[in-house]
């Protein structure tokens, strides 16, 4: 296939070039030079040696780095010079694949990281299927339009099957249209959280913030032209199986109003955070000033010298509280339990100029820069120091030998923020295992908002909630004048918002009872043609990011789709052993892990103590379960 890649390098002298170079990630640079020279001869003189909570995480030194910015400074002056691009032979793609982080790659590895390079927009996890013989009727409703019903939609008009999106909201874009708090941001690379087939070069961060998301996947429904697909204002209250005709009415309401809609197929995209959970302590709703939940941000409140109470210190408050504390005149954080923090020193960082140029112009830097980051964090990431060792003997706030070396590396970084603070380190050092709960991705920003003179951290447990504010077990009333629950999202409440009728009118809800489970997160059986993304066991605690799930969930579907269309099947549902066995081992595995460990206590964790929101596999072994459908894992009606 022949590069599409043009040269701007006329325009830019030695001295503007040698500047963009200092910005340079060293790795996806010798990488790009593989488009510049044909061969991987540089790596010989620059070889990156990747390892896990190194200080330096491209795994070279100054010295290497200033070798690798010269060697690729001339590669480029010959390019400018006129010498034309080369087009690498596989083997040299495939080695240049091995040595960007210095680690040989398994054998069974290479084909998910090839699909995930996607040098030449190769759109892999695409599924093409036949229409010429479906029935003229056909519909698919797609539920909820987020990053996740976007794609379904995509997806659908790209194989010609008719569809329509239900989103209850006044616009599409789900959790980037809903969560408007200060300081909202995606707590992924960005450069992996967009789809491989739209890869952004140019995102202002690297961790953007939720205006940027959502005029992404704005952007995105005005290029595939979806918008006229779309039912804003359309919450979806119920949908029933029709096991003669095979076919779901999902009954929607909009204005008090309801209408309904016949699918041959019924894709659910509502995700896993939306609901806003609170916390189960008594008074809650009682406060009489200003009060409400970090997900439904209320804008129109000036924090403006108020004295203001924040519940929560997962997530979504690590990332607001640094956002208001300057303007409060008094901030109190009442924390349950601290996160985890994970430093990362750009997590606030905006890309610079220099940084976008390098993205923009250089042959394929943007691809192996992603690959590095999919590489060390979906391959060579943390993954396994969540493993629990059986025989470990450490302290049991840690699951292994690894875990325990994280947790300390952990610490070592809460120390060096906290300073002189021994009571606020102590403080915001967990008690749980690594990986035990969600970890926090973080600059410093909150640490550094803890320590203001006019915020403090309160760990007395809540007693309850007053007219005047909120009481601790020791007795000490706080008074407010505003109340932000930052307790994030009911995850395990899946589908709770609608009732969904199968087989035998079998209610899905009803019947998982809290205990929400499903075939490879996508299938449940009795609710034929009914599929869920982001679904049950379907959550990443470390790695690259939800997008990779999704887009492999849906490879899985449109394979599902293709037997139903081109087979001509009325019904098509998993069967009910196959999917028993499958929850076995996800069970069994999800034990394995830190988050999973009969020790520790954990909101992933329901309350028959089974994890029902978390992947405990490898991203590999994701890819391979998703990637078509078989035969015998179903039950298939003509």
Avoid at 352 to 371: G, S
Avoid at 522 to 548: A, E, K, R
Wanted: hydrophobic content about 40%; charged content about 25%; some cysteine.
């Amino acid at each position: 296939m022949a590069y599409n890649w043009q040269k701007n390098l006329t325009d830019v002298d030695d001295v503007q070039l040698r500047a963009a170079l200092e910005h340079a990630h060293i790795p996806a640079l010798l990488a790009s030079m593989l488009h510049l020279t044909g061969n991987t001869d540089h790596f010989d003189k620059v070889q990156p040696r990747f390892e896990l909570m190194a200080e330096d995480l491209d795994g070279l030194n100054d010295e290497q780095r200033t070798v690798g910015r010269e060697l690729a400074f001339a590669a480029l002056k010959d390019c400018r010079a006129g010498a034309e691009p080369v087009q690498p032979a596989e083997a040299e793609i495939e080695t240049t694949m091995h040595r960007i982080t210095g680690e040989a790659i398994p054998e069974e590895l290479l084909p998910m990281l090839r699909e995930e390079l996607n040098l030449f927009d190769e759109d892999s996890r695409r599924v093409e299927i036949n229409t010429q013989a479906m029935d003229a009727n056909f519909r698919v409703v797609i539920i909820g339009s987020g990053m996740s019903g976007i794609l379904a939609a995509i997806r659908l008009q790209q194989q010609g099957i008719p569809f329509l999106i239900l989103e209850k909201n006044s616009d599409i874009g789900g959790t980037w249209f809903e969560n408007t708090y200060p300081g909202c941001q995606v707590d992924s690379a960005n450069h992996l959280y967009n789809y491989i087939f739209e890869q952004n070069t140019q995102w202002p961060n690297h961790f953007s913030g939720r205006r940027e998301l959502f005029k992404y996947f704005n952007g995105i429904v005005e290029k595939y032209g979806l918008r006229e697909h779309v039912r804003l204002n359309s919450a979806v209250k119920r949908a029933d199986y029709d096991e003669t005709t095979g076919q779901w009415t999902v009954t929607v309401e909009q204005g008090g109003a309801q209408e309904q809609f016949l699918a041959n197929a019924v894709i659910s995209a509502v995700g896993q955070l939306n609901i806003p959970k609170y916390p189960e302590v008594e008074g809650v709703g009682r406060f009489a000033g200003i009060t409400f939940h970090s997900a439904r941000w209320e804008h129109e409140h000036d924090l403006a010298g108020k004295r203001v109470a924040v519940i929560g210190t997962g997530c979504s408050a690590v990332q607001f509280v640094p956002e208001i504390a300057g303007d409060c005149a008094e901030l109190k954080i009442f924390q349950r339990s601290p996160p985890w923090l994970l430093p990362v020193e750009e997590y606030h960082a905006p890309m610079t100029e220099e940084e976008l140029w390098l993205f923009r112009e250089l042959p394929f830097y943007a691809r192996w820069y992603r690959f590095f980051l999919f590489r060390t964090k979906a391959v060579d990431g943390e993954l396994p120091l969540m493993y629990t060792d059986p025989h470990w003997n450490g302290p049991s706030n840690t699951v292994s030998e690894g875990n325990q070396l994280l947790r300390d590396a952990l610490i070592e970084s809460l120390a060096e923020q906290t300073r002189d603070d021994a009571d606020l380190l102590a403080k915001l050092i967990p008690d749980y295992p690594p990986g035990g709960k969600r970890p926090v991705l973080d600059d410093g920003s909150y640490i550094s908002a803890l320590k203001r003179d006019n915020v403090s951290l309160v760990t007395d447990p809540i007693q309850k909630i007053v007219e005047q504010g909120i009481v601790t077990a020791d007795g000490n009333l706080h008074e407010f004048d505003v109340l932000i629950y930052g307790t994030g999202f009911a995850a395990d409440q899946f589908l709770v918002t609608m009732q969904v009728y199968g087989r035998n009118g079998r209610e899905l809800v009803s019947s998982w009872d809290g205990d929400a489970h499903a075939y490879k997160g996508v299938m449940v059986s009795d609710f034929p043609n009914f599929y869920t993304l982001y679904g049950p066991n379907t959550n990443i605690v470390v790695g690259s990011s939800i997008v990779f799930f999704v887009e492999n969930q849906l490879r899985y579907i449109s394979g599902c789709l293709k037997l139903q269309v081109e087979e001509g099947y009325r019904s098509l549902e998993c069967r009910r052993e196959v999917m028993d066995a499958y929850n076995e081992q996800i069970d069994a595995l999800n034990r394995q892990r830190a988050w999973g460990a009969p020790a520790v206590s954990s909101w992933y964790k329901n309350k028959r103590g089974r994890v029902t929101q978390n992947w405990p596999g490898t991203h590999n072994e994701y890819w391979q379960q998703m990637r078509a459908p078989s035969a015998d894992e179903l039950i298939l009606e003509k």
